[in-house]
């Protein structure tokens, strides 16, 4: 076994995990010492704000590390320096070091953990001058929540991971909240009020300065038509000038970068999406009426959900914001797919709910789903793929 397949054979979950002090006796067993850390937390956006602003530090003449996941083919695309993913043997050998130092601990890493300590061992013997580090599911206590001096940036809170996170908008954003640290600053998207409330009153406990993202009128950026990106950029340039005197480049930094999957045109009228909650649907539901009006092209839609997500929910937005020509329903390579007999049967329901009529087919792999969905795609049609950043991985993978 080599160390990719040992990576992808440690659990996802487990029973008992680390705590933050467990975490961070087992950074100081690796050694690890990083620079100024910029900590990003919410439920949508984080890893568009970690690629913006790695992308502004870097056209300032910056070295920057950048820790997000998921990934979406390789798992070293969690890893970057200067946005280059870590190479494999760099991944080996930093691997071989983690297992071998951390061989005698009480509680094994679970997967997003051990990732966490290959990314910071790596930014330590690279150097750079700022590491990224975006949060997993939640904040408070999240793996990445063990360093001090850190900037934090909140993007947008729903409703997400209410098994983990809280079953009401406050209960979850107390979670992200938990990034913020003593007299530091918290950068934040402001929109929702409840969420706005929460932030505010942790920050004013911790003598943390706020910049909210009011402070910046977002609407006027140009370089897309997409409203999360533009919040995404504008909290990324809030950042940069929390870090830099003076800021080059912005147009460049954020006109060039390419963050796959998030309203990406892959091939002509072919756009693949990774919105897989509830908000994140009805901003893509938006912004898919949009281009398809703006086109006057029909929208076809190859979708998948994976289990623990609202299928129905996330089915009630898509039927009752759009017109639908045909639902390509695929299962996916993973062990939280979904089964298209269940799919299929939710789909059916909300579309007789919502009055709509679309045809329908299922497919044992999105592969199929994918080729037989680009194969009948007429001029006059576009197709979105969405509903889960695994799909958008497999997609991706098959289109290179």
């Known amino acids: 076994m080599n160390e990719k397949e040992y990576i992808e054979s440690i659990p996802m979950w487990a029973k008992k995990k680390n705590s933050l002090s467990e975490v961070k006796k087992n950074m100081e067993i690796l050694g690890i010492k990083l620079p100024k850390v910029i900590h990003v937390a919410g439920t949508n956006g984080k890893g568009s704000v ?3 602003l790695s992308n502004i530090l870097m056209e300032n003449h ?4 950048t820790f997000i996941s998921p990934h979406l083919i390789e798992v070293n695309e969690r890893i970057m320096l200067d946005m280059i993913p870590i190479s494999d043997p760099e991944l080996e050998s930093i691997s071989k070091y983690v297992r071998e130092k951390l061989g005698k601990s009480d509680t094994a890493p679970t997967y997003f953990e051990y990732i966490f300590y290959i990314a910071t ?29 850190t900037l934090s940036i909140i993007t947008s809170i729903g409703m997400d991971h209410m098994q983990f996170l809280g079953n009401s908008i406050k209960e979850i954003a107390y979670e992200k909240a938990g990034i913020i640290k003593h007299n530091s600053t918290v950068i934040f998207d402001d929109t929702n009020e409840e969420v706005n409330e929460i932030i505010r009153e942790f920050a004013k406990a911790k003598a943390t300065k706020t910049i909210p993202l009011s402070d910046f009128d977002y609407e006027s950026l140009e370089f897309t038509y997409v409203k999360y990106k533009k919040k995404a950029a504008a909290l990324a340039i809030l950042g940069a000038g929390q870090l830099l005197n003076t800021i080059y480049n912005i147009d460049e930094a954020i006109t060039k970068i390419v963050w796959h999957g998030r309203m990406e045109e892959i091939e002509k009228d072919i756009i693949i ?11 893509f539901t938006d912004n898919a009426i949009k281009l398809a009006k703006a086109n006057n092209k029909k929208i076809k ?5 994976v289990k623990d997500k609202d299928v ?5 937005i898509i039927t009752s914001k759009l017109e639908v020509k045909k639902y390509y329903l695929t299962a996916m390579n993973s062990y939280r797919s979904n089964s298209t007999d269940e799919l299929y049967n939710s789909l059916n329901i909300l579309l007789e709910k919502n009055k709509r009529q679309s045809k329908i087919s299922c497919y044992n792999s999105s592969t199929e789903a994918f080729n037989e969905a680009k194969k009948e795609k007429a001029d006059d049609e576009i197709l979105f793929c969405v509903g889960s950043l695994y799909l958008m991985g497999e997609i991706l993978e098959v289109n290179r």
């Not at 750079?128 to 206590?141: C, K």
């Open 50 to 52: 970690c690629a913006y």
């Open 62 to 65: 910056m070295r920057v590390g």
């Open 121 to 149: 061992v790596f930014f330590s013997k690279s150097n750079p001058d700022y590491v990224i580090l975006e949060t997993g599911m939640g904040g408070r206590l999240d793996v990445t929540n063990v360093f001090e001096d």
């Open 273 to 283: 999406d990774g919105a897989h909650n509830e908000p994140a649907i009805i901003e």
């Open 301 to 305: 839609l190859l979708l998948s959900v």
């Open 312 to 316: 129905e929910k996330i089915f009630d």
